[in-house]
């Protein structure tokens, strides 16, 4: 076999793909009908086919695989494109695996990528159904093992053509599919792949029948945008991101994380990247932000992909007279207080006011008013997730891209302002930000309204409460006690910087008792008081 043959594959593949990405994507109903399919596939193999094109030609079948591998992971886009990926790091294990790679055969690859590209698919998807992709590419693995000894043009015929036969099947295997009358879309692209193999080996391409389903018009939905969609998922979002860094335990709990938080939940592991492995992660949740912030606490996070899919089904329909945004970038921040409002505006923010609470409606008309390209939204604890969602769905155009940072404090907001660089890309501007945010501990000084049960023992009303998030761990009479006894326990744990945010009511003498304690007993950490004006909280109190 020669190492030619796989950059060829490659390319028929995408071909292959193009030419049947309308008819792919008008049979994705499952797990959403978001008819993006095709695109997806044909996206993540043509990552694969310009990876391959740049290995040298003189090299080895087993480098030309892990380009080929390392492209799709990377780029993979989707459900369908992360799977696709899986199934060419099968073929790049396969090769890696080869006692003697100079003398390896087609059939040999074929069989053993197939087999360990349907092994690797299957443990990525946290859910794996028969009736999918997932069947289809393991029909495909055991007829190529019980062709092995048959010519290389005979064995790869034998699996398009099985494969051809798996797919007619889906429709009796997912009720989804059924109920929508068609085939699956991944196991449709998956045969192109199969076909394209052929082509290559015999030099004659498959015909195969046109598949149809109640999506037609070439990749455009057919319903009406106010149609109901009878897919697998009632989820809002598709999050995908890079997660570096965690450990192999990590990733389990990861997955049990994402499936509270939403469905299609698939983890797939790339070691390519030297310094450790490097996981794709990909769900569909209505919480994008908590989805993001699961990989946050468990490694670094990189190449953040978050999409609307009620927008991109309207964006399929309409066309946006939208006209083009004046500026590239803009920070929307929520705040309360005067002087937060000023501090914001001073670090370079869009400043909301919500003293007086926060609408849906108002923050729509802020991020508008902001006239950009790329928001990044900091709600900063003042909306609901939903409502969060709502947003989204109302601000999200053709011309405006909109992330919400999942902060809970104006304290973890300063800190991603501090970090925001418009020189950077959007990706790696926002994920630096979140970063920051992530990584500021934070916590906050309130009067107790009522007597009440806490982890600390019962208040009275009047007490002064100290807060680390959400946790009541501070009972004091006085705001000097209170906030003297909530700085030692968040600097427990270590600190380099401690950011103090006065508010209205807070009582100059414990500001001034902060600052004592802070050079009697931190000499070597830094603290920033700032006074910001807000009437909920007596003070708010960052680490980092």
Not at 149 to 154: L, Y
Not at 348 to 366: C, I, N, Q, W
Not at 530 to 536: C, E, H, I, P
């Amino acid at each position: 076999m020669n190492p030619q043959l796989l950059r060829d594959w490659a390319h028929a593949a995408v071909d292959g793909l193009e030419a049947l990405r309308g008819e792919i994507n008008d049979l994705n109903v499952f797990p959403i009908p978001d008819s993006d399919t095709g695109s997806n596939m044909l996206f993540t193999m043509r990552a694969a086919a310009d990876a391959a094109d740049r290995v040298p030609e003189d090299t080895t079948i087993a480098a030309v695989a892990h380009a080929m591998a390392d492209g799709a992971v990377t780029q993979a886009r989707g459900n369908s494109g992360i799977i696709l990926s899986q199934i060419l790091v099968g073929l790049s294990d396969a090769a890696e695996l080869s006692p003697d790679g100079s003398h390896m055969t087609f059939n040999h690859l074929w069989a053993a990528g197939l087999r360990l590209g349907s092994l690797a698919a299957v443990r990525a998807v946290s859910e794996p159904r028969e009736g999918t992709v997932l069947t289809v590419i393991r029909v495909g693995a055991e007829t190529a093992a019980a062709h092995i000894s048959e010519s290389a043009g005979d064995l790869a015929r034998a699996v398009a053509d099985d494969c051809a036969d798996a797919l007619e099947r889906t429709p009796e295997q997912l009720p989804e599919l059924a109920s929508a009358g068609v085939v699956d879309a991944g196991a449709r692209g998956f045969l192109a792949l199969a076909d394209a193999m052929v082509a290559v080996l015999t030099g004659v391409a498959q015909r195969r029948r046109r598949y149809r389903g109640i999506l037609t018009g070439g990749g455009e939905p057919g319903h009406q945008g106010n149609d109901a969609c009878s897919g697998g998922s009632d989820m809002d979002f598709e999050v995908m991101y890079f997660l570096d860094g965690a450990a192999g335990g990590e990733i389990g709990s990861l997955r049990e994380t994402l499936n509270d938080l939403g469905d299609a939940v698939v983890i797939v592991g790339d070691s390519s990247a030297g310094d450790g492995e490097r996981f794709s992660v990909h769900v569909h949740t209505c919480d994008p932000g908590k989805a993001v912030e699961a990989g946050v606490t468990r490694g670094a996070v990189s190449d953040i992909r978050i999409s609307c899919f009620a927008l991109d089904a309207i964006r399929a329909q309409t066309d946006s007279a939208e006209p083009p945004p004046r500026h590239k970038r803009a920070v929307v921040a929520v705040v309360t207080g005067e002087g937060a409002a000023g501090l914001f505006g001073d670090a370079g923010a869009a400043v909301l006011r919500a003293d007086d609470g926060l609408t849906p409606e108002a923050l729509v008309e802020a991020i508008r008013a902001t006239d950009s390209a790329h928001v990044v939204v900091m709600a900063n604890g003042k909306l609901a997730s939903q409502d969060l969602v709502t947003v989204t769905a109302a601000t999200r155009s053709t011309q405006r891209t909109v992330v919400h940072l999942p902060t809970s404090s104006m304290v973890q907001c300063l800190s991603a302002l501090a970090v925001h660089d418009d020189a950077e890309s959007p990706d790696a501007d926002t994920y630096a930000m979140a970063e920051a945010a992530a990584a500021t501990r934070w916590g906050s000084l309130v009067r107790a309204r009522a007597k009440m049960m806490t982890l600390a023992g019962t208040c009275e009303v009047g007490d002064v409460l100290g807060l680390i998030g959400s946790d009541v761990l501070v009972i004091a009479p006085d705001q000097t006690g209170a906030a003297t006894a909530l700085i030692d326990l968040m600097l427990t744990t270590g600190g380099e910087m401690v950011t103090v945010m006065a508010g209205a009511d807070v009582d100059d003498v414990a500001l001034e008792a902060v600052g004592v304690q802070m050079r009697r007993s931190y000499p070597g950490v830094e603290l920033a008081v700032y006074q910001t004006g807000q009437s909920d909280q007596l003070i708010q109190v960052g680490v980092e």
